[in-house]
T-cell receptor, first 112, second 113 residues
């Protein structure tokens, strides 16, 4: 059984640029959630995708958007990057919504 | 590796002792609670969960206690080992919120030999 994987591991972008982060869910899981973790803080919920539809969103602006594909992998897109977007971006998958979530290793995004 | 939780509360325990990590959760309507362990450079790892219709749940070397009256959650780790050193987060979920987990600020556990 393959766990949750994320790519890339690290990424450096310039303010104003756009970025796409990728996540492959654990085998058999159809739900993917994305979280932002600033240094020294707990993860904050960005949004969740279930069967290719957005299934809930946290307090993040519309420049944070996502997609889920038929194989249940997912992308997180962030437009017009700001310095405060620098964080660890975590993807978590679960068998169905409202069930135990398994996290990937994260993508460390640095915005300069 | 990455450094998680540079300025978090820290609990230092000796190897072999029991650890108790506490968490105050924010919403009385939350009905599902989870403890995660996060090591440097890694994503959070599920430890144990508990639903609001229970007040205690045990796993292998870990016990979670839930006190809904004072909105308090604790994680007890028996016979703490060096491999238990990490940052521990509690997370809560409210019903009907699509598994939107709300995480606490975290506690760093340091195990001394």
């Amino acid at each position: 059984e393959t766990g949750v994987t994320q790519s890339p591991t690290h990424l450096i972008k310039t303010r104003g640029q756009q970025v796409t982060l990728r996540c492959s869910s654990q085998s058999g899981h159809n739900t993917v959630s994305w979280y932002q973790q600033a240094l020294g803080q707990g993860p904050q919920f960005i949004f969740q995708y279930y069967r290719e539809e957005e299934n809930g969103r946290g307090n993040f602006p519309p420049r944070f958007s996502g997609l889920q594909f038929p194989n249940y992998s997912s992308e997180l897109n962030v437009n017009a990057l700001e310095l405060d977007d620098s964080a660890l971006y975590l993807c978590a998958s679960s068998l169905v919504p409202d069930y135990e979530q398994y996290f990937g290793p994260g993508t460390r995004l640095t915005v300069t | 590796g990455e450094s998680v939780g540079l300025h978090l509360p820290t609990l230092s325990v000796q190897e072999g002792d029991n650890s108790i990590i506490n968490c105050a959760y924010s919403n009385s309507a939350s009905d599902y609670f989870i403890w995660y362990k996060q090591e440097s450079g890694k994503g959070p790892q599920f430890i144990i969960d508990i639903r609001s219709n229970m007040d205690k749940r045990q796993g292998q070397r870990v016990t979670v206690l839930l006190n809904k009256t004072v909105k308090h959650l604790s994680l007890q780790i028996a016979a703490t080992q060096p491999g238990d050193s990490a940052v521990y987060f509690c997370a809560e979920n409210m019903p009907g919120t699509a598994s939107k987990l709300t995480f606490g600020t975290g506690t760093r556990l340091q195990v001394t030999l």
